[in-house]
């Protein structure tokens, strides 16, 4: 199946209150364009300079969201255009983020990344690390850092039990934060998880963004 034709029937079968992230990373511009002339507006990279390169040539008004771990030293190139990060997992990036963010007069959309997955690979806070840099309360001083909500992986394995609890695992910790911290904001409200092989699981245990790549653009 072509391009056009996985991400139709990607976005007819998704809810539409679900936003879809088509992961583009180590995909030509070519390739994005056919997702984009099908209605795709939200793509994700893992890879700074390959989205810079991206940005400088693709229609304005993609929306990219930047999905990989990032360098502090990298935030600097993408903070003039980029929609959401994904991987904030440290007071450190967070200050970074913030510093670019006033640079270029704007503020930046983040998630929080939580690590429940088995895999030592995952980065994140774990989601008692996670509740501590809440309570420590240092993320409202970065007036330019916008908390959207967060964003977590499950451990990948053919254990559709474990993939289902970690699931409920991220969004049990989405409404502590969200209820504890933001419970009066609006913009808090983003649960990113699930991805090719298991986003169906994922938008039944409360996923508003899922991000697929496979599935729309084949194997690399």
Known sequence: MSIKSNIKKLLNSVPSEVKVVAVS?????????????EGQRIFGESRVQELVQKNEVLPKDIEWHFIGGLQRNKVKQIAPFISLIHSVDSVRLMREIEKQAV???RTISCLLQIHVAEEDTKAGFTPD???????????????????KGIM???TFT???NKVRSEFQELRQLFDK?????FANDSNFKEISMGMT????????????????????????
């Open 158 to 160: 053919d254990d559709a």
């Open 177 to 181: 934060v969200k209820s504890d911290y």
């Open 25 to 37: 990373k180590f995909h030509s511009t070519d390739e994005i364009m056919e997702a984009y002339d």
């Open 103 to 105: 640079a270029n007069n």
């Open 129 to 147: 690390e996670c509740l501590k840099f809440m309570s420590d309360g240092i993320w409202k001083e970065c007036t330019h850092v916008k908390f």
């Open 152 to 154: 977590g992986m499950a």
């Open 197 to 220: 092989g298991d986003y169906p699981t994922a938008i039944e245990e409360g996923s508003t963004m899922i991000r697929v790549g496979t599935l729309i653009f084949g194997e690399r």
